[in-house]
């Protein structure tokens, strides 16, 4: 299950006060990147729409006897697609590693939190691992720094080494 369909399982309108509550948390704690956690503009027009998931039977899929189908066709080129999905997995994986950092969690545990809790193949620490590591996730980082703060390097993986 992908981070749409979860959303819709969950609930968009759900994820979206989840999301604002993220964000204000950090912004009243003077996060400097606490808008690497501003909610989508998507999340907000798909509420707005009252296209709230699986509970109105429409979010970012339809759902016709409990099967999910793809709201809208969006034709994407190979390139412009992996690019899209390397971006979501770079964020997720600088969240996983500042937690990591802040203590929040264990490597073992956040790579299982997402295998079992979000139906990720692999977790962070384990898809990285093979990757070449933190050297190389702070270089893939880099590569999207100007797209905003959720791109910029957490403390641990800033440092080289």
Request: hydrophobic fraction near 35%.
């Amino acid at each position: 299950m992908g981070p749409f369909e979860l959303m819709d399982l969950t609930g968009v309108d759900v994820t979206l006060a989840a999301t604002r509550g993220i964000h204000e948390g950090f912004l009243g704690r003077g996060d400097p990147l606490a808008d690497r956690f501003r909610p989508s503009a998507r999340q907000v027009q798909q509420v707005e729409a009252g296209r709230l998931g699986r509970k109105t039977g429409a979010g970012f899929y339809t759902y016709d006897g409990g099967v999910a189908v793809p709201s809208e066709t969006v034709t994407l080129d190979p390139a412009t697609r992996d690019r899209i999905i390397e971006r979501i997995e770079l964020a997720i994986a600088n969240e996983a590693y500042r937690a990591r950092d802040e203590g929040v969690a264990g490597e073992d545990d956040i790579d299982r939190a997402l295998r079992l809790g979000a139906g990720h193949p692999a977790g962070p620490f384990e898809r990285w691992a093979e990757r070449g590591g933190a050297p190389e996730l702070r270089v893939r980082l880099e590569a999207f720094r100007e797209l905003g703060p959720r791109f910029a390097p957490s403390p641990g993986l800033a440092r080289p080494g």
